[in-house]
């Protein structure tokens, strides 16, 4: 038989539970003010920081922003309040300064007239300090995802500034490619290697097939692989969770690749 709990149990069960409701309350109306948030720019010099703000920023990840940024620019934007103070982004915004004082042209290349992009969120947060620490966990929370193409796409243009596939350490003076892919999308070096292995599309798409027996294997392989995608589809026409139903929609669009490269041979 269950032990009753004492009246003692069952206020601190009730204030954990009003705890829990305010805290995604507060999440709510976090989300509710970066969703309303509007597109601007300020001047670097017009970005402040909170008072109450007391985050320690990693010089080395600075560091590497502020080298990422001066090829890419600010992919991210900062989001700030009302009055220009900091809500999300303090290492971007120490590395656009870093920027400024270490790389003059780069700086003026990517903000022009010293205008920075941000995100402003119409609240004061100085007045209310608990939303504004809501509104950082919240975006830090909700980083954008990027996708492969996308990902393929900044590493090209990493390459051509000079970053390196490098296995171990680099050297000195030597710029790494995927440890750099990691900070700017924040993703794990496992992720970003999987991204920029992901080339089955590219591949089924961009075929070329000719009398060699290499071609007439490629051609059976895609037969198999058309089969397969088509024995999914039948299997999962009705997918019955999220995960499931995104894989489906991927296995169609590459469907659709195989069987648009297998007619172009025939053709």
Not at 31 to 58: H, N, V
Not at 64 to 83: F, M, Q, T, W, Y
Not at 159 to 175: C, L, S
Request: charged share 35%.
């Amino acid at each position: 038989m269950a032990r009753r709990r004492s009246a003692a149990e069952l206020l601190d069960a009730a204030d954990s539970a009003g705890t829990a409701i305010q805290a995604k309350d507060r999440e709510a109306e976090a989300r509710s003010e970066l969703e309303q948030s509007r597109s601007s720019a300020l001047p670097l010099g017009k970005i402040l920081d909170r008072a109450s703000d007391t985050r320690g920023l990693s010089s080395q990840h600075v560091s590497e922003l502020a080298e990422s940024i001066s090829v890419l620019g600010l992919l991210e934007p900062l989001v700030v309040d009302r009055r220009g103070r900091l809500l999300a982004g303090g290492h971007r915004k120490a590395a656009v300064f870093v920027l400024k004082e270490a790389n003059p042209n780069a700086y003026a290349k990517h903000f022009l007239d010293d205008l920075v992009p941000v995100r402003v969120v119409d609240f004061d947060a100085e007045a209310n300090p608990d939303l504004a620490l809501q509104v950082e966990v919240t975006e830090n929370e909700k980083r954008r995802d990027y996708t492969s193409g996308e990902v393929r796409a900044l590493a090209e243009r990493l390459r051509d500034a000079g970053y390196a596939e490098v296995k171990g350490r680099p050297a000195k003076g030597e710029k790494a490619l995927r440890p750099a892919l990691e900070t700017i999308i924040g993703k794990s070096i496992r992720t970003v290697r999987r991204y920029l292995n992901e080339t089955i599309e590219e591949s089924v798409t961009d075929v070329r097939l000719s009398e060699k027996e290499d071609d007439k294997a490629v051609m059976t392989s895609l037969r198999r692989l058309q089969t397969e995608l088509n024995r999914w589809q039948k299997a999962y026409s009705e997918p019955a969770t999220p995960e499931l139903e995104s894989i489906t929609k991927d296995v169609a669009r590459l469907l659709k690749r195989v069987d648009t490269a297998l007619k172009k041979e025939k053709g």
